[in-house]
Nanobody, 121 residues
Framework: VQLQASGGGLVQAGGSLRLSCAAS????????MAWFRQAPGNERDFVAA????????FYADSVKGRFTISRDNSKNMAYLQMNSLKPEDTAVYYC???????????????WGQGTQVTVSS
């Protein structure tokens, strides 16, 4: 599976961006899709995830109510709609395809390259 993230850019605080993650090589319909982000000097942090059936989503507390993860299995795509962006959302955003364990821990099997999101104040 190859994952290609796109949609990043420079936006003012309060603005919106929509990130896309295009999968190729095989279908990702059976995987939980996720977004992570990494700011300079920080570890890669979980942002959001969506189960394979799209019925269940998970969000980091810092983005709840502002970000929405979705997927379109017919297009082999995942998305992250980001609203009310803040300067602290500035990071490189990565998409991943993986699975949740029985203890609800996410493991990524595949990573996409990152897309830079910069939010100016």
């Amino acid at each position: 599976v190859q994952l290609q993230a796109s949609g990043g850019g420079l936006v003012q605080a309060g603005g919106s961006l929509r990130l896309s993650c295009a999968a190729s090589g095989r279908t990702v319909s059976g995987y939980a899709m996720a977004w992570f982000r990494q700011a300079p000097g920080n570890e890669r942090d979980f942002v959001a995830a969506i189960r394979a059936n799209a019925a269940i989503t998970f969000y980091a507390d810092s983005v709840k109510g502002r970000f929405t993860i979705s997927r379109d299995n017919s297009k082999n795509m995942a998305y992250l709609q980001m609203n009310s962006l803040k300067p602290e959302d500035t990071a490189v955003y990565y998409c991943a395809a993986g699975y949740y364990s029985t203890t609800n821990e996410y493991t990524a099997n595949y990573w996409g390259q990152g897309t830079q999101v910069t939010v100016s104040s």
